[in-house]
């Protein structure tokens, strides 16, 4: 089935710092990825929809200059935290949709930890 | 999208059926019903979908009722592996294109042996 692959599962960086999570679509072209963060006990909330070429679209209250998304190919997109704080610290989860069947897949998910 | 009402948390025990409800009352003739789960740190997983007929796959059975107001998810042998936060999600098949799913705030199942 359709794969999206998303690294690094973990980091721990300092505040101040830069992160860079990186979705991958392994077996299909994803014109379309979107970026969700969840908190702890909470569901997951949409920040941003990228798609490949183009500037992405983010949610009310998503800063774009904080949380830059590249979607350079068909294939990756990249959402940077910058200067991060530790109220970044979150679960940040991608996802594609999938051409063949309009379904959706999900990467396994980054933990942020701003320290 | 259709609005969907789901029970906060379940429990079940380990080998039993898991009947998971979701009420969806406004959903529109061309909306299908969706499921997915998310395990504890882990990015959510499809389950079965379905437009109005009953719908099974190796995972679950997914019954919709005739008036398609409301489903429920069956895991027929529920295990520990099951435990995780289940998604109940109305939208038109495929969607509007560029458009991500909108997650509400599920149901935790919670299965014990």
């Known amino acids: 089935g359709a794969v999206v692959s998303q690294h690094p599962s973990r980091v721990i960086c300092k505040s101040g710092t830069s992160v860079k999570i990186e979705c991958r679509s392994l077996?299909?072209?994803?014109?379309?990825m979107f970026w969700y963060r969840q908190f702890p006990k909470q569901s997951l909330m949409l920040m941003a929809t990228?798609?490949?070429?183009?500037?992405?679209?983010?949610e009310q209250g998503v800063e774009k200059d904080k949380f830059l998304i590249n979607h350079a190919s068909l294939t990756l997109s990249t959402l940077t935290v910058t200067s991060a704080h530790p109220e970044d610290s979150s679960f940040y989860i991608c996802?594609?949709?999938?051409?063949?069947?309009?379904?959706?897949?999900f990467g396994s998910g980054t933990r942020l930890t701003v320290v | 999208d259709a609005k969907t009402t789901q029970p906060p948390s379940m429990d079940c025990a380990e080998g039993r059926a898991a009947n998971l409800p979701c009420n969806h009352s406004?959903?529109?003739?061309?909306?299908?019903v969706y499921w997915y789960r998310q395990i504890h740190s882990q990015g959510p997983q499809y389950i079965i979908h379905g437009l109005k007929n009953n719908e099974t796959n190796e995972m679950a059975s997914l019954i919709i009722t005739e008036d398609r107001k409301s489903s429920t998810l069956i895991l027929p042998h529920a295990t520990l592996r099951d435990t995780a936060v289940y998604y109940c999600?109305?939208?038109?098949?495929?969607?509007?294109?560029?458009?991500?799913?909108?997650f509400g705030k599920g149901t935790t199942l919670s299965v014990s042996s």
């Open positions: 999600i109305v939208r038109v098949a495929g969607g509007q294109a560029g458009t991500a799913l909108i």
């Open positions: 077996d299909f072209q994803a014109t379309t």
């Open positions: 996802s594609a949709r999938v051409p063949a069947n309009y379904g959706y897949t």
């Open positions: 406004t959903i529109s003739g061309n909306e299908y």
């Open positions: 990228s798609n490949e070429g183009s500037k992405a679209t983010y």
